[in-house]
């Protein structure tokens, strides 16, 4: 459990000496980028450094690192016993927190690192890193609302709480992106305590000597302005570790080092993309983040807006498939209300225990989804009632795709973020999905994941769509007259109950009307447009059912050889690939997503038997090679040469309409 306070953390490091350098980071956001740029710089320097960041992302010893290594296992393990057996021989009680923030510094001890970058863990004031009382530089990154339970509902108690990582004659750095009143809050405490002198992050000195620079102009290119800032407190972080220590400075050449190691110098799990070939069987990034708080949730959505949902085809914003997990107890409507838009599609999850942090719950999936759905009406959700990250992006593929996104000209969007903990996850599915994809393995059990959640989507969004219909059908009830198109707005307000329902307030009363006189609307719109639209020829028909009844031999013939008890090739064999390949078919997708194929749909005055010699001469040659292991790219021909024939016979008919859909 957390438990704010010195006392505790002061008995587990009684008599304990710490002779390194810390630099001390405190804030809300972050704090860990500025800690990896940090000892980035100081490793490149070869200067013996130790990173404390936390929470941890896979493992627990994850957490505290070595010249950017992180330290064993078996070191961890040992000193955490010691300090555990500690605080139980002299009833310290101690959290895990603190046991975990007494192993860092004695392996720092132990490792004879020169320079410790130490992270807050909560707050400041009260939080055990705070004990440290050998601060060469403390920075306090951007400050927002969080933890609140402890740290207060304003920025100013929650800037009162960071600023007192500060000590007397020791230099600061403070983001000055901050609002005002926080600044105004981290100066008078500063004044108060005698700490100083402040580094100021814009002077002429800087401009000239870094800001003007082509190497920092390379580094900065495609930054986001707070990833800039974070780099910035860095690097004058670094060049006070080098004052104290009385190391000659060149700004020159530590911004040459700070380009070169650009993109060395992140955290996973913050705005990172990551390939899933277990989950998806082309080349799909997931874009992983652990913002869990409004100002985050701010960043990743500036982020998001810039690099995902823009489109140059379309040149319109575009849906994201969210896959979203949070702890239990935060309000997630201030995140969620900067993420999401009408249009994306929801997937909300739990993530797991987590390790050495027992007080730590995930919000119920169903819950979540709740208030996603009251933050914004016009998103398509689904919350997966079952643990496991690769299960909850298996519902986002499926629920992306069948929702129509797949078949738009922009490519699909995936984000997954709401908390670390579900970062963390991930990453632990992931590393057992790489190991499995490396050796030619499935991940475990990932085809009946796959097929449950292609199931329950398909469940769902038929459930969803014969709802809206059925509420459309007791609205065709309760007003007997056939509207008109032409008499849409002109008409009343058709027959919808007006009073309020119990319990509804005037403006969500308001709110029902007008939605469903849209709804209605709609349905009219519909009703025209099918009373209008030409009868479908019977050419058309059968062609559509002769490929698909063709489609479902093939699948049925590829099961067949993949199924394990089958004594035919496996379908490692069947779709076994160079490794230059990007588009590699995998264990859990079906084989035909491994490259979209499109049949065309058509009109046709040619007889029916066209039709049937296309899918005729498509299946003999399909089962000429069938058995080989380049079946998946012969399919693919034999399947551009039958939609060839079909467009050919489409602009001989003179009269025809296409439309192109997936097969």
Known sequence: MIQPGLERIGRLLQNV?????????????????????????????????????????????????????????TEFLRVENHFKQLSERESIDASEFELLTATAFTLFNEKKVEVGIIEVGMGGKLDATNILNNQVVSVISKIAQDHQGFLGNTLEEIASHKAGILRPNVPFIVNPMNEFRVHEVIED??????????????????RTEIFKTKYWKQFCEGLLPFQRDNAVLALLAYFEVLKSLGLNLS?????????????????????????????????????????????AAQSLKTYVNRKLRSSQQTKKPGPITWVLAMT????????????????????????????GMPWVKSMDPKELLSIAREVCPGITALAVPKRGVYRALCTAKYLSRQSGQSRQSRPEQFVLTGSLYLVGDFFREHQIGQQSFKNGEEFPAIREIDQDESARVIKFLDESTRGAHETNLQMDEADERDFQVDELHSSPAMSIPSSPVQGESEDLRKLRIEIAQLEREMQS?????????????????????????????VEEDFRSRIDPQEESLSFAEITKQ??????????????????????????????????????????????????????????????????????????????????????
């Open 525 to 553: 719109f519909q009703g025209a447009n099918s009373r209008s639209a030409p009868n479908t020829p019977p050419a058309k028909e059968k062609f559509f059912q002769d490929f698909e009844d063709f489609r479902a031999r």
């Open 578 to 663: 160079s490794r230059e390949r990007r588009f590699r078919p995998v264990g859990d997708a079906p084989i035909r997503e491994a490259r979209p194929l499109k049949i065309r749909k058509f009109h046709s005055n040619k007889s029916d038997m066209s039709v049937d010699r296309i899918v005729q001469e498509a299946e003999e040659r399909f089962n000429a090679v069938k058995g080989n292991t380049d079946a998946i790219s012969a399919w693919d021909e034999i399947v551009k040469d039958a939609e060839k024939q079909a467009n050919r016979m489409r602009s001989q008919s003179g009269r025809g309409q296409r439309r192109a859909d997936s097969f």
């Open 328 to 355: 239990e107890g935060k309000d997630p409507r201030q995140v969620l209300e900067n993420l999401l838009r009408p249009g994306d599609h929801v997937v909300t999850t739990a993530f797991g225990p987590v390790d």
């Open 17 to 73: 000496q710490f002779p390194w350098k810390a630099v001390h980071v405190a804030g809300t956001n972050g704090k860990g980028s500025i800690c990896a740029y940090t000892s980035n710089l100081l490793t490149r320097r070869n200067l013996p450094n130790g990173r404390f960041t936390s929470p941890h992302i896979v493992n627990r010893w994850d957490c505290i690192n070595i010249n950017n290594e992180p330290v064993s296992e």
């Open 251 to 295: 700004t020159l050449n530590t911004v040459k080092m700070l380009d070169k190691m650009r993109n060395k110098a992140t955290l996973p799990g913050r705005q990172q993309t990551v390939y899933v070939p277990v989950v998806f069987a082309k080349r799909q990034g997931v874009l992983i983040d652990g913002a869990h708080n409004p100002d």
């Open 189 to 206: 405490y500063a004044n108060e305590i005698g700490a100083g002198p402040r580094i100021l992050v814009d002077t002429e000195e800087l």
